[in-house]
C-alpha cells in the first residue's frame, strides 16, 4: 500500500486578472502548504478494478463517485495512458470542503503521485493532465512552495523562504468557488493586473511577511459579500495576540494568521479554540508540503 498525505494549501497573496475568454482567469500567488495538521491522508494499492473510498471526519461530505477528484485523476490517468489499471484508493478526509484551501487539488495532486508510482506510469503524464483536473492542481502535484501563474498551469518552484508559523481557521461555511469570481467579475475586477516577476530575498520570516502587507487577496471582498461571516474571522485573527499579518486564502472562507514564531501560533489555537469551538483551526508551520 502506498501512502500520501494532501496538505492544505494557502494563497500567502492571491491577485486576479480580469475574466479571459474561456472563461478562466489569469492568476498570480504565493502558494505554500500546511504541515500533516491539516492534511488529508491518500492511500493506494494494487487491484483488478479501480475503486474509490472515503472516511474521515469530513467523508461524509463527499461522495465516492466519478465527482470526486481522486476518482477524477485516477480515470484521466488511465485515459492519458492509453491504459485500464485498477487501485484500490482510500481518501481520509480530514480538510474543509470548498474552503479556499485547495483541499479536493491536495487529494488529486496525492492520487496523481501514487498512481505515478504504483502503475509505473510516465511522471510526465501526470504534470500534462494535472491542469485539466483544476487550477490548484498542478502546485499540489508538486507539493513545494511556489509562485502559481497563468491559469494555475504555470508553476515556478522558490527555494529558501523563510517557514511561516501560522493558524488556519474556516467557520464551517461553504464558500463556493464559482459564485465569488462572478462576484468579482461584475464589480470590475482584474484592472492593473500583472504578475510578481521575481521574489525579493527575505533574511527571516519577519521580513517575508513584511513584505506580504503589500500584497492582496483579490478574492477577499467579493467573498465577504457572499458570506458575511468572513470578516468575522478577519477580525477575529486580528485580535490575537502576536498575529503579525491576517488574510484569507483562495476563495475562501479559510482565513489565516502568520506569527514570528511557533510558540505563538500554537497559543493562538488553544485561545482560538476555547473561544470558537465551532470553527476548524489548526495550527501549523507553511512551507513545503511535508
Known amino acids: 500500500m502506498l501512502t500520501s498525505r494532501a496538505p492544505a494549501k494557502v494563497n500567502l497573496y492571491l491577485h486576479v486578472g480580469p475574466i479571459k475568454p474561456n472563461g478562466r482567469h489569469p492568476l498570480d500567488s504565493l502558494v505554500v502548504f500546511a504541515g500533516p495538521e491539516a492534511a488529508d ?23 465516492a ?3 470526486n477528484l481522486v476518482l477524477w485523476a485516477a ?40 498512481l505515478t508510482e504504483l502503475w509505473e506510469a510516465d511522471a510526465a503524464l501526470a504534470q500534462e493532465i494535472a491542469p485539466r483536473l483544476g487550477g490548484d492542481v498542478p502546485v499540489a502535484l508538486i507539493g513545494c ?61 519577519p521580513a517575508l511577511i513584511d513584505w506580504l502587507r503589500d500584497q492582496r487577496n483579490d478574492l477577499q471582498a467579493p467573498a465577504i459579500s457572499n458570506v458575511p461571516a468572513i470578516a468575522t474571522v478577519l477580525e477575529t485573527l486580528s485580535g490575537l495576540e502576536g498575529a503579525r499579518l ?34 476548524w483551526v489548526r495550527a501549523t508551520i507553511l512551507g513545503d508540503a511535508r
Open 65 to 67: 463517485d466519478a465527482s
Open 145 to 205: 512552495t511556489a509562485l502559481m501563474q497563468g491559469e494555475g498551469e504555470r508553476v515556478s518552484p522558490v527555494s529558501g523562504l523563510p517557514k511561516l508559523p501560522a493558524i488556519l481557521v474556516n467557520p464551517g461555511l461553504d464558500c463556493p468557488t464559482g459564485p465569488i469570481f462572478r462576484a468579482y467579475d461584475e464589480a470590475g475586477g482584474g484592472d492593473g493586473f500583472r504578475e510578481v516577476s521575481a521574489l525579493p530575498e527575505f533574511v527571516d520570516a
Open 41 to 63: 491522508l491518500v492511500t493506494a494499492e494494487a487491484a483488478e478494478d479501480l475503486t474509490l473510498s472515503v472516511s474521515g471526519p469530513r467523508g461524509e461530505e463527499l461522495e
Open 75 to 114: 480515470e484521466t490517468l488511465n485515459a492519458a495512458a492509453g491504459t485500464q489499471h485498477g487501485a484500490r484508493l482510500h481518501l481520509e478526509k480530514h480538510l474543509p470542503v470548498a474552503a479556499g484551501i485547495g483541499g479536493g487539488s491536495a487529494d488529486a495532486g496525492a492520487a496523481l503521485r501514487l
Open 246 to 279: 491576517v488574510r484569507m486564502s483562495g476563495s475562501g472562507a479559510t482565513c489565516f494568521a502568520l506569527f514570528e514564531t511557533q510558540g505563538a501560533a500554537t497559543a493562538a489555537e488553544v485561545v482560538m479554540c476555547q473561544a470558537r469551538p465551532d470553527w
